[in-house]
């Protein structure tokens, strides 16, 4: 069974830019969530999707937003791009919410 | 969530069995065990998970004490591969309170040496 795929794999943006992120999950996996690495914060939640609903919202501003499409695929944008949004972003998958997750690679995003 | 102790930091021949141990002292009885690793750059991988019994996979087996107030993640035969930061996770099956998500502690660095 094929893992959960992240595209871009590694993105470059400029200040003030927009970039949306795409998660595709284990087949069969319901629940995505997606969630920010950074060196100094270290892994912080950003959202959780199930059947198409967002469930929980981590603490990040409005400029960070997602969703997810009837065959579980997820999107996350981020508008208005800030130097501090640079962070490994990565999405997860489970079978059903609350169960264990399941990582995608990540994408690399770098702002200048 | 309970709190988790773990190393900062461990070495293991290649070959050999690398043994992590986690301490859980506050534990819940609803609480499962669960162990990720992250090799450098890469999404975190999921290992195993366990609630009071050993248990054991492709990848690695699983102790937990009796009194689950700690446990050992084994794997049997470190490659080179296995380097990576491990990180031992309690949290609860099913719903309530943040579990939603996964929160990481710092982990152990366990680097595999030929």
């Known amino acids: 069974k094929a893992g959960v795929t992240q595209t871009p794999r590694y993105l470059i943006k400029t200040r003030g830019q927009q970039v949306t992120l795409s998660c595709s999950p284990i087949?069969?996996?319901?629940?995505v969530s997606w969630y920010q690495q950074t060196p100094g914060q270290g892994l912080q939640f950003l959202f959780e999707?199930?059947?198409?609903?967002?469930?929980n919202k981590g603490n990040f501003p409005g400029r960070f937003s997602g969703r997810q499409f009837s065959n579980s695929r997820s999107e996350m944008n981020v508008s208005t791009l800030e130097l501090g949004d640079s962070a490994l972003y990565l999405c997860?998958?489970?079978?059903?919410?609350?169960?264990?997750?399941?990582f995608g690679p990540g994408t690399r995003l770098t702002v200048l | 969530d309970a709190k988790t102790t773990q190393p900062t930091s461990m070495d293991c021949a290649e070959g050999r069995a690398a043994n992590l141990p986690c301490n859980h002292s506050?534990?819940?009885?609803?609480?499962?065990v669960y162990w990720y690793r992250q090799i450098h750059s890469q999404g975190p991988q999921y290992i195993i998970h366990?609630?009071?019994n050993n248990e054991t996979n492709e990848m690695a087996s699983l102790i937990i004490t009796e009194d689950r107030k700690s446990s050992t993640l084994i794997l049997p035969h470190a490659t080179l591969r296995d380097t990576a930061v491990y990180y031992c996770?309690?949290?609860?099956?099913?719903?309530?309170?943040?579990?939603?998500?996964?929160?990481f502690g710092k982990g152990t660095l366990l680097t595999v040496n030929p």
């Open positions: 506050t534990i819940s009885g609803n609480e499962y």
């Open positions: 997860a998958s489970s079978l059903v919410r609350y169960n264990e997750q399941f």
């Open positions: 087949s069969g996996h319901r629940s």
């Open positions: 996770i309690v949290r609860p099956l099913g719903s309530g309170g943040s579990n939603y998500k996964l929160t």
């Open positions: 999707y199930f059947s198409e609903t967002q469930r």
């Open positions: 366990g609630l009071k």
